[in-house]
């Protein structure tokens, strides 16, 4: 299977901005996908971002793309209280998706 | 309508039960997954159905059985399972398999075996 990794935690301040990181492997993968899970929960798309673009932004967040690094980066603006969750990237690979080991995200008051 | 509906919620089950857990979507989606999530892990793929038929299967014991009825129903077979089977089980669907486009998520059944 592919090898997608992330930092296993991170934590900030209510307000700050927070950056989850992700390296992925397979060069030939078209989207590359963030989720987010909340505790007790099932996993909700987010965002994602064409291989052929690098930067999206929509609202509060803001996914960088480096294809010769193979790193993909999510940055939560204004983080909230709400936005505590254990956060996936993804990329689709063969027949599947390929999921990073998780970020949980834990946002101090 | 993005919404993928799992049933039931919570499933408590003795290692001898036969149960099964029920996955739905009208999103016209070709493509349906099985997905097993212990906790603070990544989810890890069990099956694949493309076009209502199996296309993958890691490697799942046989205690566990899917079964796609048609396109918009996907059902998992559960028999003889072992406490180590308890875990949330997550149901997605896409467009199609090796998917160009997002897989949509159901909330989950929670399974504990005892």
Redesign the interface.
């Known amino acids: 299977g592919e090898d997608v990794e992330q930092s296993l935690f991170l934590s900030v301040r209510e307000g700050d901005s927070s950056v989850i990181n992700c390296t992925y492997t397979d060069s030939s993968s078209t989207y590359l996908y963030w989720y987010k899970q909340e505790p007790g929960a099932g996993l909700q798309l987010l965002t994602y971002i064409f291989s052929n673009m690098d930067m999206k932004q929509d609202q509060r967040l803001t996914v960088l793309l480096n294809k010769k690094d193979k790193h993909l980066s999510l940055r939560i603006a204004d983080t909230q209280t709400g936005d505590s969750a254990i956060y996936f990237c993804a990329e689709p690979a063969g027949n599947q998706f390929y999921f990073g080991t998780g970020t949980s995200l834990t946002v101090i008051p | 309508d993005t919404e993928?509906t799992?049933t039931p919620k919570h499933l408590v089950m003795g290692m001898t039960n036969k149960k099964s857990l029920k996955c739905e979507q009208h999103m016209g989606h070709r493509?349906m997954?099985w997905y097993k999530q212990k906790a603070?892990?990544?989810?890890e793929?069990m099956f694949?159905y493309?076009y209502e038929k199996l296309?993958?299967n890691e490697s799942v014991p046989s205690r566990f059985s899917p079964e796609c009825p048609n396109s918009s129903l996907l059902n998992l077979h559960l028999h003889a399972l072992q406490p180590e089977d308890s875990a949330l089980y997550?149901c997605?669907s896409s467009q199609a398999?090796?998917?160009?486009?997002?897989?949509?998520?159901?909330?989950?059944t929670?399974l504990t075996v005892v």
């Open positions: 993928v799992q493509a997954y603070k892990k990544p989810p793929l694949v493309s296309s993958i997550l997605a398999a090796g998917s160009r486009t997002e897989a949509f998520f159901g909330q989950g929670r």
